[in-house]
């Protein structure tokens, strides 16, 4: 069984920074890409950053040049370190990851959440 556990989320002020993790567990082969999600109050979740096994990134329009995606694949880890933080960064964010496991084959797996508050 795979677990994806996020960390990291919290309140702070517009300009602010703040850094998530979301670590991998279980009985884990390989990991495609890891990606982050976030979902503010009453609208639909939306891809905030995606991250290849390679190191190739992808951010949202609204995200770039402040969000950073890594990824430590030694500890089946993937990081958003969050800067010039704004009020609409407000919301729930969610690790997704693309695993193989010993047991079964590729598929997509998504983390609790960790909520995110941006005070103006």
């Known amino acids: 069984q795979v677990q994806l556990v996020e960390s990291g989320g919290g309140l702070v002020q517009a300009g602010g920074s703040l850094r998530l993790s979301c670590a991998a567990s279980?009985?884990?082969?390989?990991?495609?890409?890891m990606r982050w999600y976030r979902q503010a109050p009453g609208k639909q979740r939306e891809l905030v950053a995606a991250?290849?096994?390679?190191?190739?990134?992808n951010y949202a329009d609204s995200v770039k040049g402040r969000f950073t995606i890594s990824r430590d694949n030694a500890k089946n880890t993937v990081y958003l370190q969050m800067n010039s933080l704004k009020p609409e960064d407000t919301g729930v964010y969610y690790c997704?990851?693309?695993?193989?496991?010993?047991?079964?084959?590729?598929?997509?797996?998504w983390g609790q959440g960790t909520q995110v508050t941006v005070s103006s």
């Open positions: 997704n990851a693309f695993i193989s496991t010993a047991v079964a084959s590729w598929r997509s797996y």
């Open positions: 279980g009985s884990i082969f390989s990991i495609n890409v």
């Open positions: 991250i290849s096994s390679g190191g190739n990134t």
